[in-house]
């Protein structure tokens, strides 16, 4: 259905970043947003289903890296550093996971993350359709990027395959509302030989997909590569990965010339500042890449590793991590933050059809309503100060509706598509069977 929606705050996160006052936004029956701009100049509309919304709309959050399956392992080796929680906690868990395991693990996911105001998630987990139908159910955006990795019982080739049969057979992006966006996610240079990561990046490109791949995560995982390499960029570089449509996932340890080659290439780095933080992996070069022009947005890492799917608590991390890492409290804006969970989101996914409200993009919209101490103020705050507001203090618990292309999927903070109680069971159910 058509929809017009009033708010006594918009932000669209375009360019320039403005704050609207008593405005609308137009969602036709596609899903398609047809207008955004004050009230007082929207076009005549007789046929669209009206809201009045009481306080900020703006776009849909889009997570650059998640692995939100793993709600499943939510807290299992919670203080261990990243490769022997990987190899002692992690991938002896996903060998015992069922497909319908994930299903529920991606299904909570995706509930999780639209209640945080999270429209879109870049995911690189196993059993891929039972992911895309999970968020399918739950009405979500995804970015799937199916893993390959090289480990007994598990042949790259195989994955490889499956992705490019898939793509040829559906398209790349495919669903209501084009939900659905596939691509290629090899786990990391670490764990695959250099053929593959060739052969990925060909493949990927014939299809104009994305390589979704984590790159230079801790300092010390891949200590061979660089020496043979000089460093990971230069090795996907190398292989053909960057030539492509590229998403480097931490991108923590690299230096200048890496961020010169990253911004050359055009290739993109999701940000991860909590995931980073609790494996104590480091803090991102984040405004030394973004001085560079290189594309990122934030993610959220695997809900086993940070441990929430909370977008907007990384935003607020995003600034106060860059602020303390460079000793400038200036270094990131509560603007600038926003701004990479949305439109920079966008642009690190290679996507011109999410990330703003604008005209032509999908109608994935978030409210968040005004009743918080954090904005006391109310909505005649300056605009800086609603920002802030937004931003500092009130993170996601007051997102009360969300949209994705013109779809109610969240209404009072509750899925409109899926029993959240049964979906918690169910994921409680497969958690206790992996403990033993």
Known sequence: MSRRIHAPIVLPCGDPFTVLRDATVDVDATGTITYCGPRAGAPERRDAVVSELTGILLPGLINAHAHSPMTLLRGMGGDLPLMRWLHEVVFPAEAALTPDDVHAGMLLGSVEMLRHGVTTSTEMYYQGEKVADAVLRTGGRLVLTGPVIDLPGLSWRTAVKHIDDWIDTDGRIFGPGQRIELGYGPHSAYMLPAEALEVIAESARAREALVHIHA?????????????????????????????????????????????????????????????????????????????????????????????????????????????????????????????????????????????????????????????????????????????????????????????????????????????????????????RLRG
């Open 216 to 432: 230079a995560e801790t300092a010390g995982e891949d200590t061979e590569l660089r020496e043979r390499y000089g460093s990971v960029p230069r090795l996907l570089e190398e292989v053909g990965v960057l030539s492509g449509r590229a998403l480097l996932a931490h991108a923590v340890h690299v230096d200048a010339s890496d961020i010169a080659l990253l911004a050359r290439s055009g290739a993109s780095v999701a940000h991860c500042p909590g995931s980073n933080a609790k494996l104590a992996s480091g803090i991102a070069p984040l405004n030394e890449l973004l001085a560079a022009g290189v594309p990122v947005g934030l993610g959220t890492d695997g809900p086993a590793s940070n441990d929430d799917l909370d977008l907007l608590h990384e935003v607020q991390l995003t600034a106060m991590l860059a602020r303390l890492s460079t000793g400038d409290s200036t270094a990131v804006s509560a603007e600038q933050a926003l701004l990479l969970a949305t439109r920079d989101g966008a642009a690190a996914l290679g996507r011109a059809d999410i990330g703003t409200l604008e005209p032509g993009r999908w109608g994935d919209l978030v409210h968040i309503d005004l009743d918080d101490p954090a904005f006391v103020a109310g909505a005649d705050a300056p605009d800086e100060q609603l920002v802030a507001n937004l931003v500092w203090g009130a993170g996601s618990r007051r997102v009360t509706d969300v949209w994705v292309a013109g779809e109610h999927v969240v209404t009072e903070g509750e899925s409109t598509r899926v029993d959240r109680g049964q979906a918690q069971a169910d994921v409680r159910a497969t958690a206790g």
